[in-house]
């Protein structure tokens, strides 16, 4: 039987697809329909075929109207998407917990336990379901895999995961590091394994994930023993419009001052980050002003790299020894010039660019020179053949 895949990424209003097989990576199809629900617009939907997209106004009040958009867009603009071809559904879900160490086959305990979970990640987790319903309704007999951005970090040790506050937090309330972006680290670990000639049991990499949400992960013999982002993707890296690392002291001090809770959760999610040094979270942007001499964006820069530097310099130390470095993600695989800033913090590692090596775009490479003492490398990540890898991986 084929291995072709729908790998789907719902989120509260949108649905994202690609359907692919997931022994050779072939992408048949993909799109996405965006505002899904939204009372004062109509949804989109656009369907990627060979290159060509469709774009289209859709009624889509919610996830299963979405699905039948979806199918829709196959049986109009090909290929044919017929059930007994499926090999199965791959749903991308944001929190598992600490139930889920792997994908999950999709039965009314696993849904259950993703709903539970929804105080963990009340933003994603409900989409997710949502998407995962949709799909059940719509392809019922063909088997439904959930796979979790988060259980690749369940391999933390307790010294990693466990924060040092008060018994009946981590207990009661499940406080402790979950870890994010848990689909991306993997397979771009397992990939910088393989270009650097390596198994993947004897190598140890740092992964930065950096993208519009940012996190980094210290990968040891495949398994992950650190990572940056904790209960919700505010912990760690500078990101688009999210701060990373804060004192916790920092929402009593604004309650004392009269910022009411709803802003503080505002400035944090949407208001913070590059947004919040620079007026924009487009890190294109931020690099069109470092140019025009603006020195906001020369700071944000200089507090970007200089927490990524500082990652991967804590990262070396858990790891023990360090045989890589991945950048991956938009800016990851996109900005020379962030990669150039941060590889230059890291000299203490022996750590040497090659501008030449460096410039330019996406492709998989090599950015430092062979002298340097360790090699950093984009890797773009994939994280929809990821899923469908993983989705083929538990039924098979
Ligand atoms: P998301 O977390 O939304 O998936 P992406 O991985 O798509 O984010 O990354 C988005 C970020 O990548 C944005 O800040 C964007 O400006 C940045 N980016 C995309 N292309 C480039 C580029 N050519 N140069 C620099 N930054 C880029």
Redesign the pocket.
Known sequence: MSALVLVLNAGSSSLKYQLLDADSGTVSASGVVERIGEPDAKAVARHTVSGEATTRDVDAPDHHAAMRVVLDAFATDGPPLRPQDLYAVGHRVVHGGDLFRSPAIVDDAVIDAIEDLVPLAPLHNPGNLAGIRAARAAFPTTPQVAVFDTAFHQTLPPHAFTYAVPREWRERHRVRRYGFHGTSHAFVSRRLATLLGRDVSETNVVVL??????SAAAVAGGACIDTSMWLSPLEGLVM?TRPGDLDPALPSHLAREGVPIEDYDRALNAGSG?RGLTGT???????RLVEAGDPDAALALDIVSYRIAKYVGSYAVALGRLDGIAFT???????P??RAEVLARLGLLGIRVDADRNAG??SERVVTADDSAVPAWVVP?NEELEIARQTLAVLR
Not at 281 to 287: A, G, I, Q
Request: charged share 20%.
């Open positions: 994930h950096l993208g519009n949400g940012a688009g590059l979270n487009d890190f294109r942007e931020v690099e993600a938009g800016i990851g695989e996109h900005s010039r962030l775009g996406p990540t």
